[in-house]
């Protein structure tokens, strides 16, 4: 098997394992491995079919011209009259063939194209969809509260009644910028509980007052490592999905197509690039004048653009494993309270929310947006055609 047919085997084992549909819903890893082995089966015959072409048109032009070179080795071929006609039925035959290769080059590439094409698209996909898990405002505002006493109405009320009873003490006020500071109005407000005296209410109150300040004390400094890692993410990935509109765009440039990505999905204009690629390929086919550097052109266009689709696949991994490294590390710190058990009450329910929210966010890190596919040295040998 030649290395652009191992490529394009690859290839398509790549798209389909890509691509949406009856693989998202495998239950069992043996059903997985059967439903990848059809389908690599599919793709195998898909490319296939294009080399077949090939071969049945070049094969009766390479019998021909085994034939001639055996008729030219001949002493009679030595004669003007004898040789000269099939040097010339060579040369023509040679021609023929030269043509046929470029032209098979041209249709693989094409597909190769296309199917690039059809993984950027699926990437913008998860892309767009990892950014709404980034960008929820709900997650963003549960770390925010969670994080601040000042947030507990238990807590604001509480400290209301000891600041008055401080105040007429002691005649002292915690300057209202100090206030704001969540270790120092834990501080305080303990301060408070101790000289400030208590009463009955207070001493009921106190259990859950206490859950309140050791949970936003202790994890105060964790949840926002939550809160601005999250936004980083969140910017790293609209860096990632700037840079697929701005890849599609070059790629697409090549086939005279124009249209951005976000608008080309909005508009499910696929088939109208698809259409641009059909001419561009069909003007090389037909292209009888400095047909060789024509070719050599648009084959250097069109593979700049796969290389290029095939590094940010690569890019997409990476981030996908920072990601879920960086969940990992959330899912930790969320679980990493030495007193949940003891302050599960006292604690809001927005904080149950955002462990969910995490886990699922997690789930999905390590399912719907993980491809090992495109990472595994198997795939890789057939996409560059190592070791044939």
Not at 34 to 50: C, P, Q, Y
Not at 100 to 108: I, V, Y
Not at 238 to 263: H, M, N, S
Not at 283 to 304: C, P, V
């Amino acid at each position: 098997m030649s290395k652009s047919h191992l490529f394009l085997v690859g290839l398509g084992l790549l798209t389909i394992l890509l691509s949406p549909g009856p693989l998202q819903a495998i239950a069992s890893p043996g059903d997985s491995a059967r439903v990848l082995l059809d389908w690599l089966l599919l793709a195998e015959a898909d490319f296939s079919t294009l080399q077949q072409a090939f071969r049945e048109s070049a094969a009766p032009k390479q019998q021909r011209l085994k034939h001639l070179n055996t008729a030219l080795a001949q002493p009679e071929a030595r004669l003007p009259e004898i040789g000269y006609p099939l040097l010339l039925e060579k040369i023509q035959l040679e021609e023929d063939l030269r043509i046929l290769h470029e032209q098979a080059d041209l249709q693989r590439l094409r597909l190769r194209y296309r199917k690039s094409i059809d993984m950027l698209k699926l990437l913008y996909e998860k892309i767009l969809s990892m950014d709404h898990h980034f960008t929820s405002l709900r997650t963003n505002h549960q770390i925010l509260r969670i994080s601040n006493p000042h947030t507990y109405p238990e807590f604001t009320g509480i400290r209301r009644q000891l600041e008055d009873r401080l105040q007429r003490r002691f005649h002292f006020t915690l300057p209202a910028f100090m206030g704001s500071n969540p270790y120092l109005s834990a501080m305080y407000s303990l301060a408070g509980l101790a000289l400030g005296g208590g009463n009955r209410l207070e001493q009921d109150q106190m259990e859950r007052l206490s859950c309140i300040l050791d949970f936003t004390v202790r994890m105060h400094q964790d949840l926002n490592i939550i809160y601005y890692e999250t936004e980083y993410l969140c910017d790293a990935n609209l860096t990632l999905k700037k840079e697929c509109e701005a890849l599609f765009a070059e790629c697409t440039r090549q086939v005279g197509y124009t249209t951005t990505l976000p608008d080309c999905r909005t508009r499910d204009n696929w088939e109208t690039l698809y259409s641009h690629l059909e001419t561009y390929i069909e003007a090389a086919l037909q292209n009888d004048s400095g047909t060789e550097i024509q070719h050599l052109k648009m084959y250097a266009n069109l593979q700049f653009a796969i290389d290029r689709i095939v590094h940010f696949l690569e890019q997409y991994s990476a981030f996908v494993n920072q990601g879920n490294a960086y969940y990992k590390k959330f899912a930790r710190i969320i679980a990493n309270y030495d007193n949940l058990q003891t302050c599960a009450s006292a604690l809001p329910a927005s904080f149950h929310q955002l462990k969910g929210d995490i886990d699922i966010t997690l789930l999905k890190f390590n399912s719907a947006y993980a491809l090992p596919e495109i990472q595994g040295s198997r795939l890789k040998d057939l996409l560059y055609g190592i070791g044939d």
